[in-house]
């Protein structure tokens, strides 16, 4: 084994004492690894025993013995280890790591799928995966049924959703699941397969496949004939199933996290949509509904930049209908205000409305949507709002810090921060 490491450790004099200035001077920084004749193999996909770095990153196996003197990059989201040759920097170390977020690495299964680990070429390129699932049913097979749905049984195309669900979160797999022609597929589905669970997995990989995963976004708008928000909006008014339509809501919210996807969605009325069904539907989409609105057009932190974008966007626009115009676009938005507080008040009498998990949501959104407009008159809080949020915000005699202890008081901690928002605009 030394003789096999010690072109590695030559390669950084720093790293090792025995070693003199002047030898490590001498050594290539490269090798050609020749003596490395030992192999690993799984399933056909074979590398070396010892990892053999170069100037480039490459994956390290987990079954891979590592010689030292290496910089590594881990990817701490999705596990995957990379590592090349450590550049000598006149420091002591050994080694030196560098963690990356998900979107700076090259991404793979995590260990919970041992068997839709990705093998890597020579260069350390990403390969296509040999199989996405312990089933029997691979990556492309599940990609294949989906495109032709309608010759496959209810079963087949289950399976391929359920093959596909939890491997879309990678970025490498949400990008290929993200080309137009299986994005038309899964539309396709999420709007008129008979069955209902179908609908609702075919959203959940769709809406995996697109989360945090910009280039898997582009791919997917990258054909004009996939009209991917309008259909989704499209599928989102028809559907009855409540589970379906949560998951539709999903997609929709990975889907409209582009500048160009922003402005599709507020062209084509999708501010109107969601009020329609708002009032319509469950406890649980309702807290959706408020999520999306709160976290894609009220929150400041997350909406300034892609707000200014989108705008610009629609502005740019011809032959748009009047009601999508810019300013019936806002328009829209403040019409939320209405909806959000008959919620808090309960006026449809329902049970579920009155859980802290459900009012603290719509609470939010409600008073993010007020700091935004602080004095339009379509946010002006009424008698009845104003009493509701005396009362959560009266502590009887308890502290903040007793209520937070308690638990399930988180609707009550809101009211007493942002009381004044509506106090104020009202007096």
């Known amino acids: ?83 090349k040759i450590n550049v000598d920097d006149g420091s002591e170390a050994i080694n030196s790591v560098v963690v990356l977020p998900a979107q700076e690495a090259e991404s793979l299964p995590s260990d919970d799928h041992p068997k839709q680990r990705v093998p890597s070429s020579d260069d350390g390129a990403i390969k296509p995966p040999l199989s996405a699932s312990g089933d029997g049913v691979t990556f492309s097979e599940s990609l294949e049924i989906i495109l032709d749905a309608s010759s496959r049984s209810t079963s087949d195309i289950t399976t391929a959703l359920l093959s596909l669900e939890d491997l879309a979160h990678e970025i490498y797999w949400g990008l290929q699941i993200s080309a137009p022609r299986y994005v038309a597929g899964l539309l396709r589905l999420i709007r008129s397969a008979p069955d209902a669970s179908i609908r609702s997995s075919s959203a959940l990989v769709l809406g995996n496949a697109l989360s945090n995963n910009p280039k898997a976004l582009a791919s997917a708008t990258s054909d004009g004939h996939v009209p991917l928000i309008r259909s989704l909006l499209s599928s989102l008014e028809i559907e009855k199933d409540t589970s379906a339509k949560a998951r539709i809501l999903y997609a929709l919210n990975k889907a409209i996290k582009s500048a160009l996807t922003r402005s599709e969605f507020l062209i084509g009325g999708g501010m109107r949509t969601l009020q329609d069904l708002f009032a319509q539907s469950n406890a649980e989409f309702m807290v959706k509904t408020a999520t999306f609105l709160e976290d894609n057009f009220l929150n400041d932190d997350m909406r300034a930049e892609s707000e200014l974008k989108a705008e610009t966007g629609v502005k740019k626009q011809d032959n748009i209908p009047n009601r999508y115009r810019p300013d019936h676009v806002l328009n829209d938005e403040r019409n939320f205000y209405q909806p959000f507080e008959d919620a808090l008040l309960n006026r449809a009498n329902q049970k579920d409305l009155e859980n802290d998990d459900f009012k603290s949501k719509v609470f939010s959104a409600l008073s993010a949507l007020k700091r935004k407009y602080p004095g339009d008159e379509a946010c002006t809080p009424s008698v009845d709002f104003l009493a509701w949020l005396g009362d ?36």
Do not use: W
């Not at 638990?407 to 942002?418: D, I, P, R, S, W």
């Open 1 to 83: 084994m030394r003789s096999l490491l010690l072109p590695y450790l030559l390669a950084v004099p720093a790293l090792v004492t025995a070693v003199s200035a002047r030898q490590s001077h001498n050594q290539p920084k490269h090798t050609s690894h020749e003596g490395s004749s030992e192999l690993i193999c799984h399933g056909g996909t074979c590398y070396p025993k010892v990892f053999q770095p170069t100037d480039e990153f490459q994956i390290v196996h987990d079954d891979q013995e590592l010689p030292p003197g290496l910089h590594y990059r881990l990817n701490l989201e999705t596990g995957l280890k990379e590592a």
């Open 392 to 427: 959560q915000a009266d502590l009887k005699g308890k502290t903040l810090l007793e209520l937070e202890e308690e638990g399930n008081q988180l609707t009550k901690l809101l009211a007493v921060e942002y009381r004044s928002l509506f106090v104020g605009s009202s007096e």
